[in-house]
């Protein structure tokens, strides 16, 4: 199966979140050591990013207070990138020295969301961002953006295509590199999804998208299929499925990278990344959890003993 | 560009029940019947009329057929291996039988210890009786983008049963990926070859989750025409294949993204979700239906 034929890409990139929106999200935490575990695991599946932790105050997210640590102790394999969460200039300070060499800020379509989740407008939140955007570029460190709620809020339901461009635009502008943009509560189809893109892609290059979809109303895999159809060849993704979903409770949150490599394999498209060892790095982390896999990839290849 | 309408075909209480470990009794499987039928779906699939030695979950198909409210309306199909159960299904009130093909050699003899040839002369008996008794028959062709047994399957031989069993007087076309391991690669690969031999007004697309492809499968299949599509309340049924994994795909969750996508179903996701509320307390088990696990606040 030829994925040029059918207009898709020939490579995709997945950006493995588990270490960070994963762990972030699950409800038991993880020691230091596993987390570093994990992430190594990771680093040798042929994955070229893995988000490692966010540099965001203990208070906020226990399950990150111990990022220092992470970053400093995890192996860093030639060839991977490994972005960190720092939402203002005092967490962009402290991953640099760290020795982070690429980080992420974290944009919402929604105005209701932002105050919820950061308690501030989307533009205050825009120029703590601006902020770091203008140290990292004075030290030659790229910067992802993240826009969360681009199919859907928790708070203001629906959210239209206009504004996740607008705020997509403002990162795009003020130098990042590439927007990820997520559907944080899963709720997005194929069709908001298209709709979504068709706003965004009118400001933004394609080539510098990335899709961040959360599987809770189990339509990830179809809106990432969408999204590389219209041309986005950078995909997020989180080992095993780890994180569940804040807003409803015991449902799930991301899409499991197993599941989205097995269908980007049978697309002939090509990832560079070993399905096995990812199931692996996968087992380690839900043996490490007590927790049963997100994963369906995985969940159907231990059962029929093809492991 | 995607069709305006799609066709639900609910399997739930056929295809789901029977590969669920605990059964349910008859009065259950009516009221699972009764209540699917108030949710606007048009084809509910009723039971299999299959000797209960092979499948025990299926032993009351009799007095579930005479049992359910038959809405005006609504297609209440159900399985026919063989002339016997033809019979059997035709006096029990059946006015839609299916009858069950698959595109592996190996399978077939596995399942229904025959080869692919000799099912399809079987089948061609029940096809006599229903086209003398005016009761359409719709084709299933298992296995479509693999087999447990034989691996890979070639997308020509699926088309090759399907011709055969569409030609015999099927009029629809199920395509089934029993294992679940199809991707939008398979899949558009496979229903390139067939829409060569089946118009593709006479397809469906049967998917299993077992791999969380299913979705993605499908919407495939929608963007090269396909408007039919099967599915499992609550995503009843597991795979026989791979101990503890998902099988069918959940109406519900398929029903979310049709509606997604401006296409119009006839379904209410609200009564869908009751539903299989009712037959997971029933079964005591959790749906397998994240639209139906996300929209549970408790």
Not at chain 1, 197 to 220: F, N, R, W
Request: hydrophobic share 40%; net charge neutral; proline share 5%.
């Amino acid at each position: 199966q030829e994925p040029q034929a059918s207009g898709l890409p020939e490579y995709i990139k997945i950006v493995e979140v588990g270490p960070r929106d994963g762990l972030q999200n699950e409800k038991v935490i993880v020691p230091t050591d596993i987390k570093i575990e994990l992430i190594n695991q990771l680093s040798k599946t042929g994955l070229p990013v893995v988000e490692v932790t966010s540099f965001v105050s203990s208070k906020w997210v226990p399950q990150m207070a111990d990022h220092k640590e992470v970053m400093r102790g995890i192996e860093r394999h030639p060839g991977v990138q490994y972005p960190v969460l720092t939402p203002n200039l005092q967490g962009f300070h402290s991953a640099i020295a760290s020795g982070a060499t690429e980080v992420s800020v974290f944009g919402a379509a929604s105005e209701s969301f932002s105050k919820m989740n950061i308690n501030c407008s989307i533009e205050e939140s825009i120029e703590k961002f601006e902020e770091v955007a203008k140290s990292a570029r004075n030290m030659n460190i790229p910067v992802r953006g993240y826009v969360s709620c681009a199919l859907g809020c928790p708070y203001e339901g629906n959210i239209i295509p206009a504004k996740v461009a607008e705020v997509s635009k403002r990162l795009y502008s003020m130098g990042c590199y590439e927007i990820s943009l997520g559907d944080t509560i899963g709720v997005g189809t194929p069709g908001s999804m298209k709709k979504m893109l068709e706003a965004v892609m009118k400001e933004i290059p394609v080539s510098a998208l990335a899709v961040h979809c959360h599987d809770t109303y189990g339509q990830a895999l179809a809106n990432i299929l969408t999204a590389i159809q219209m041309g986005v060849s950078v995909v997020d993704s989180s080992v095993s499925g780890l994180g569940g979903c804040p807003y409803a409770k015991g449902a799930t949150g991301n899409v499991a990278t197993e599941d989205v490599i097995y269908m980007l394999n049978g697309l002939g498209i090509n990832t560079g990344v070993n399905l096995y060892a990812v199931m692996e790095a996968g087992n380690f982390i839900c043996t490490a959890l007590n927790k049963k896999t997100n994963s369906k990839v995985a969940q159907a290849s231990f059962n029929t003993g093809t492991i | 560009a995607y069709p305006k309408r799609v066709k639900v075909v609910e399997v739930g209480p056929r295809d789901g029940l029977q590969n669920e470990k605990n059964v349910v009794p008859t009065p259950v499987k009516i009221s699972l019947i009764n209540m699917l039928s108030e949710t606007g779906l048009q084809v509910i699939e009723a039971t299999s009329f299959v000797s209960p030695k092979w499948v025990p979950q299926m032993a009351d198909h009799t007095e579930v057929m005479q049992g359910i409210n038959k809405v005006p309306g609504i297609s209440y199909p159900v399985l026919t291996p063989n002339l016997k159960g033809f019979q059997a299904a035709v006096a029990a009130g059946a006015k839609e039988v299916s009858i069950f093909g698959a595109a592996s050699e190996l399978f077939t003899k596995k399942n229904i210890n025959c080869s692919i040839e000799e099912s399809l002369e079987r089948f061609s008996e029940v096809m006599a009786a229903a086209r003398a008794a005016n009761i359409p028959v719709r084709g299933y062709v298992s296995c479509v983008l693999g087999c447990p047994y034989e691996g890979k399957i070639s997308a020509a031989k699926v088309a090759e049963v399907s011709k055969k069993m569409y030609s015999m007087g099927c009029y629809e076309i199920s395509l089934g990926d029993t294992i679940g391991v199809g991707t939008p690669g398979s899949m558009r690969e496979m229903l390139t070859l067939v829409m060569k031999e089946v118009p593709v007004g006479a397809l469906a697309v049967h998917c299993h989750d077992t791999y969380g492809q299913a979705l993605a499968n499908i919407l495939v299949a929608l963007q090269m025409g396909v408007s039919v599509v099967d599915a499992s309340v609550a995503g009843l049924g597991g795979c026989p294949y791979a101990q503890g994994a998902s099988g069918n795909v959940a109406t519900e969750d398929l029903v979310y993204m049709l509606h997604g996508l401006g296409i119009h179903t006839g379904v209410d996701l609200q009564k869908l979700m009751d539903t299989g509320t009712f037959i997971c307390n029933a079964l005591n088990r959790r749906t397998n239906s994240k639209v139906s696990q996300a929209s549970c606040r408790l």
